[in-house]
């Protein structure tokens, strides 16, 4: 079975059953999925995006929150369009910071949906290539998050962006 948006809680629950403590975690809401005769009612309405929505996540993050609990490959990003910056360049700037970044992510967005940027940042950590780096946009500057990557050993670089006002550059290797 494929897990997509448009998947229908109760053809998902049928298929994993184990699933259901995801889908209740996420939009409590559902926790009416374990009352048999709701689940085929409101199970055969409902699709994954409407549970998002009612838990208030990221629709492409629940869904490959799913499908990796199933077994199954993520699903890349959806809809949002990849964030470019340009990023302004110094002398003093790191070497190690030179070229493109690998990933670019936007924590402001991140925190309003709800979600962990440093979860993110792990995750796409363990992805990028040797000598790549993960660029975090930020309209803040991100101290927690920094301190959280320096005890973790991590190649840490901030500035602000003085051609964007508000705008935090945070670079991570």
Not at 122 to 145: C, K, M, Q, Y
Not at 154 to 169: C, E, I, M, W, Y
Request: aromatic share 6%; hydrophobic share 40%; net charge negative.
């Amino acid at each position: 079975m494929e897990i997509t948006r448009n998947t229908k809680l109760f053809d998902l629950l049928e298929a994993y059953p184990f699933l259901e403590d995801h889908i209740i975690g996420v939009a409590p809401p559902f926790q009416n999925l374990k009352n048999p005769v709701l689940r085929r009612t409101v199970g055969k309405l409902a699709t994954i995006e409407k549970a998002a929505q009612i838990g208030g996540v990221d629709v492409d993050c629940f869904i490959n929150v799913l499908r990796r609990a199933a077994g199954h490959a993520e699903l890349p990003a959806g809809d949002a369009p990849p964030l470019v910056v340009a990023i302004p360049r110094a002398e003093t700037d790191p070497g190690w910071i030179a070229g493109d970044p690998e990933f670019t992510l936007d924590g402001s967005a991140l925190l309003d949906r709800g979600e962990v940027p440093l979860l993110k940042i792990n995750e796409l950590l363990t992805r990028r290539t040797a000598g790549g780096f993960v660029l975090l946009v930020t309209n803040f500057e991100p101290s927690p998050i920094l301190e959280a990557l320096q005890k973790q050993g991590r190649r840490v670089f901030h500035k602000t962006n003085p051609d964007a006002s508000g705008q935090h550059l945070t670079f991570v290797q």
